[in-house]
């Protein structure tokens, strides 16, 4: 295997909360130094791109608006794609990323990571709208996330399981693990998926690559895959490590 390009998940990898983990800095640099492209690619459907683009920079993360790949911006892109207006389950922040969206006839309910305004009548109103006709998508569908304390928190998946089951239907998830939003990461790189690597913290959503015990990682959690990770490493500084061995 040689690896050209390096996709990257940033929460639980690069840091947790407002904490850069140790070495993430240093390691991310050394890819770049080693003239290996990135693409930031990650599940948070809390933050619009650009709130976190600046907490990136508050942390000292390098990553420009080009190269940051986010369920939102998947889903503004399907929206305008299929000629659909949403229905919004999110959280407050995030509605800025739908803002310029265009109002047509036909709807498409969009839900992500909405925290507190999971309320009854916001998943309720959301049913109703599925049971009229409207599409069906899902900005991600984790279980959960490590919070800004170090413990988990809900994330999306169960309130999306929650409609599944009362409407009948399937949400089409937009973010990871679709694979139509790993290949535009790949895309944007230039390569072949065989040449570029992703490397991330959660067993379920960043599909195979590298799995590294940070984050949201559980020992064990690389049991549940098939295939198995390319390879399971303690950091992001022994990902590059493992990385640069097959230059």
């Known amino acids: 295997m040689t690896?050209?390009?390096?996709?990257?998940?940033?929460?639980?990898?690069?840091?947790?909360?407002?904490?850069?983990?140790?070495?993430?800095?240093?390691?991310?640099?050394?890819?770049r130094a080693g003239g290996y492209p990135v693409r930031g690619i990650t599940n948070i459907t809390r933050q619009p791109r650009r709130m976190l683009l600046e907490k990136l920079a508050r942390l000292g993360v390098e990553v420009a608006p080009e190269e940051l790949f986010m369920p939102a911006l998947a889903a503004r892109d399907?929206?305008?794609?299929?000629?659909?207006?949403?229905?919004?389950?999110?959280a407050n922040d995030l509605r800025e990323d739908f803002a310029d969206v265009p109002e047509v006839d036909k709807v498409?309910?969009?839900?992500?990571?909405?925290?507190?305004?999971?309320?009854?009548?916001?998943?309720?109103a959301a049913l109703r709208a599925l049971e009229r006709g409207a599409d069906f998508l899902a900005l991600a569908k984790n279980?959960?996330?490590?919070?800004?304390?170090?413990?988990?928190?809900?994330?999306?998946?169960?309130?999306?399981?929650?409609?599944?089951?009362?409407?009948?239907?399937e949400a089409l998830v937009l973010g990871k693990?679709?694979?139509?939003?790993?290949?535009?990461a790949v895309d944007s790189l230039g390569f072949a998926p065989g040449e570029t690597v992703m490397v991330g913290d959660d067993a379920e959503a960043d599909l195979h690559g590298v799995l590294v015990?940070?984050?949201?990682?559980?020992?064990?959690?690389?049991?549940?895959?098939?295939?198995s990770p390319d390879a399971v490493v303690a950091d992001l500084s022994e990902a590059v490590d493992w990385i640069f061995a097959r230059r």
């Open 3 to 31: 690896i050209r390009g390096v996709l990257l998940d940033l929460g639980g990898v690069v840091y947790v909360g407002d904490t850069v983990l140790p070495g993430a800095l240093d390691a991310l640099a050394r890819l």
């Open 78 to 90: 399907y929206l305008s794609h299929h000629r659909l207006s949403p229905h919004l389950l999110v």
């Open 108 to 124: 498409a309910v969009v839900i992500g990571d909405a925290a507190t305004g999971f309320t009854y009548e916001a998943l309720n």
């Open 143 to 169: 279980r959960s996330f490590q919070d800004d304390d170090g413990a988990r928190s809900l994330d999306a998946g169960p309130f999306v399981a929650a409609l599944e089951y009362a409407t009948g239907r």
């Open 177 to 184: 693990p679709s694979p139509a939003f790993f290949r535009a």
């Open 213 to 227: 015990r940070t984050g949201k990682y559980r020992p064990g959690d690389e049991a549940a895959l098939d295939p």
